[in-house]
């Protein structure tokens, strides 16, 4: 079992990769500028908002299988501000390219590997995706969550008669540099639960949108 995982140099991202390895898997970690330390995790550069880092890490796979890859490298630069002067242009088009493109981009490029493993693909979105519990704020982040979920839906619609499984997951409200010391739980318990999701995910529950401790969450 082959993993790829973006945005695994730190936080979510990092304990996947460290819980996978740990599981016998073979884990390709993606970092954008500082690769992790840990050993046992296959290190590349990837910048999942470029096409031609995409395509470089592509030519060094060839045609290697995956049995998953997880779309989890994110961002979220809009918090806490306001509708007088916050969500400049400049933020919208950062995170979309990083949060939206680059899962795209991700699926797009890896797909022929996935298919020679028969594999899955996961994509790390947010309860702020969803429609129904929308309380304000943070229009970027949301958005850009709300169309990774979306992306993950329509892809679960073509690739399902390929046999191709595609899950969307919220990792909980964690404790990264992301989710900040006084989020609920920490990346160890994350990692865990969400293995346990791409584990169970199959073509019988492909397009799912579920959290990390296995509860189906509203769209
Ligand atoms: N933490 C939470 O409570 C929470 C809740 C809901 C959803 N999420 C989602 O879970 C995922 C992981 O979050 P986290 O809390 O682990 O965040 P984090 O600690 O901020 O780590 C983000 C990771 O994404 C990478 N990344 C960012 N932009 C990138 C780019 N353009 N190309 C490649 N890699 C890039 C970062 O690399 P660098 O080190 O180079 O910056 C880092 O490895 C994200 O998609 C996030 O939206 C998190």
């Not at 599981?23 to 550069?45: C, H, K, L, M």
């Not at 910048?47 to 961002?75: H, K």
């Not at 590997?113 to 229009?139: C, E, F, H, L, W």
């Amino acid at each position: 079992m082959t993993v790829l995982i973006t945005g695994a140099n730190r936080g979510i991202g990092l304990a996947l990769a460290k819980q996978a390895a740990a599981r016998g898997n073979a884990v390709i970690g993606t970092y954008r500028s500082f690769p992790g330390r840990e050993r046992g995790i296959d290190w590349q550069a990837l910048e999942v908002s470029d096409q031609a880092s995409q395509r470089t890490l592509a030519d060094r796979l060839g045609g290697q299988p995956l049995s998953l890859i997880v779309c989890n490298a994110g961002i979220y630069k809009d918090g806490g501000q306001t509708l007088e002067s916050g969500f400049a242009p400049q933020l919208w088009d950062e995170t979309f390219a990083v949060n939206v493109k680059g899962v795209f981009l991700t699926v797009q490029t890896f797909l022929t590997n996935v298919r020679a493993g028969k594999g899955k693909i996961a994509i790390i979105s947010s309860q702020m995706a969803s429609d129904t519990r929308a309380p304000g704020g943070s229009y970027i982040y949301r958005a850009s969550k709300a169309a990774a979920l979306n992306l993950g839906r329509n892809l679960s619609a073509d690739l399902k008669k390929e046999g191709i499984p595609v899950g969307i997951y919220h990792p909980g409200w964690v404790r990264t540099d992301m989710g900040g010391k006084h989020a609920d739980i920490d990346v160890a318990d994350a990692a865990d639960g969400l293995l346990a999701r791409f584990n169970a995910l199959t073509l019988a529950n492909t397009g799912c949108f579920e959290t990390w401790d296995g509860r189906t969450h509203p769209y």
